[in-house]
């Protein structure tokens, strides 16, 4: 791998623990602060709105300034929302600021990739990169919630502190060659430009068909975050600190996927995985026939794996068709815009759903439901096409 790489993932595995943490340390203020049930999924959606109002500015930033300097800026403005909760701003609004330092960071961050290395090495170097999320994943829903246990504001300057290491290891990545400069930097050039990017990603087949599935995978997987920890508690009688453990367990599958698809599976071929996410969505149905937290674990864990075996190769081809087409940090941005507006309508509906008192196992076929079929259009309309 190149220079740099390495020291970009330990930057990255700070970041995403950090980030994965607060959401859970915010849970817990939350339950101490004693508002509603449904308040818990709205700290994504305040998370992710950023994401889409900033998507056309966030792409051209990335690419106009080296991507390591962009990250440590971005991870400067999370630090910053940290300490503002330590002040006492309300945790929704904290986890919306961090959210427009994961906006900024994210472009920069898998952009960085296609600068680095040549398309052959980037679904090794993608399942590098999703593996230490995923370790970050797994390791941030058990560390958040064991430090903010008892006392949430303890727990968030601890966070604190992994977002000043990320912005360290940041401020070491290489410089690399810019990217895409912006010609030019009003309002309206840069929404002509994001609109550009935009359809120039959905008019291109493989850039269609990676944006379709990305787009509903993120939605999916932040909304099922939360349907496993209620239905843990509501189902398995479990803790929710306990529950984080299955997430986690979740996530180790998602790791061992990723890892399947770095060995197996080539950038051509990237579209030939879409079965394996009509699959994850039965197995998310077969939840509901469910009783002990054994096989809850080999249940979710075999959900993981197939979610890290289709998501890498089509990461990976997205970044590529976009670096070819646009610029690594405009289709990032597009890719995140997209992505993130599917986690605000998915867990929106849930929180709707939450709000109205709908059964859990009502919500999980629904949820496993629209994913199978979702995945199973999507692939039957990219052979139609391709055909």
């Known amino acids: 791998m190149a220079k740099g790489f390495y020291t970009l993932l330990i930057a990255q595995f700070f970041s995403a623990i950090a980030d994965n943490a607060l959401l859970f340390a915010c849970i817990a203020l939350l339950s101490k602060l004693n508002a509603p049930a449904w308040h818990e999924p709205l700290l994504r959606e305040f998370f992710v709105f950023a994401y889409i109002v900033l998507a056309p500015f966030v792409g051209p930033f990335a690419d106009a300034l080296p991507k390591g ?22 945790p929704l609004i904290v986890y919306g600021i961090v959210g427009i330092g994961a906006a900024a960071y994210s472009p920069a961050k898998y952009g960085i990739l296609t600068e680095m290395l040549p398309s052959s090495q980037l679904i090794k170097a993608n399942a590098w990169m999703e593996g230490t999320t995923v370790t970050a994943i797994i390791l941030g829903p058990v560390f958040g919630s064991a430090i ?38 009003s309002l309206g050039f840069l929404l002509r430009d994001f609109w550009h990017a935009f359809t120039t990603l959905w008019k291109d087949p493989q850039g269609q068909v990676s944006l379709a599935v990305t787009t509903l995978f993120w939605g999916a997987g932040a909304t099922l975050q939360f349907v496993v920890l209620r239905w843990a508690g509501l189902k398995l009688g479990m803790s929710e600190q306990d529950a984080t453990k299955l997430i986690a367990i979740l996530a180790v599958g998602i790791a061992i996927g990723s890892v399947g698809a770095s060995l197996f599976v080539k950038l051509e071929d990237a ?12 197995l998310v149905i077969c939840m509901t026939f469910v009783n002990t937290r054994e096989v809850a674990a080999v249940m979710l864990f075999s959900i993981g794996v197939l979610a890290g075996y289709f998501l890498v190769p089509l990461n990976s081809l ?20 997209n992505e993130n507006i599917g986690i605000l309508l998915l867990l929106g509906i849930y929180t709707r759903m939450i709000h109205q008192n709908f059964p859990i196992n009502t919500i999980i076929v629904i949820f496993g439901a629209f994913v199978s079929i979702s995945m199973a259009i999507i692939y039957r309309l990219y052979i139609k096409h391709t055909r």
């Open 148 to 185: 903010s246990a008892n006392n949430p504001y303890y727990g968030i300057a601890i966070i604190t502190g992994f977002y000043l290491l990320a912005a360290l290891f940041n401020f070491y990545i290489p410089k690399m060659p810019i990217d895409h400069k912006i010609a030019q930097r």
């Open 69 to 90: 300097r962009v990250m440590f800026l971005s991870n400067g403005i999370k630090f910053i929302g940290c300490v503002l909760a330590l002040l006492g701003l309300p």
């Open 271 to 282: 579209v030939k995985v879409l079965p394996a996410g009509v699959l994850m969505g039965v």
């Open 318 to 337: 997205l970044q590529h068709r976009g670096h070819e087409l646009l610029g690594a940090g405009h289709s990032i941005a597009v890719q995140n815009f």
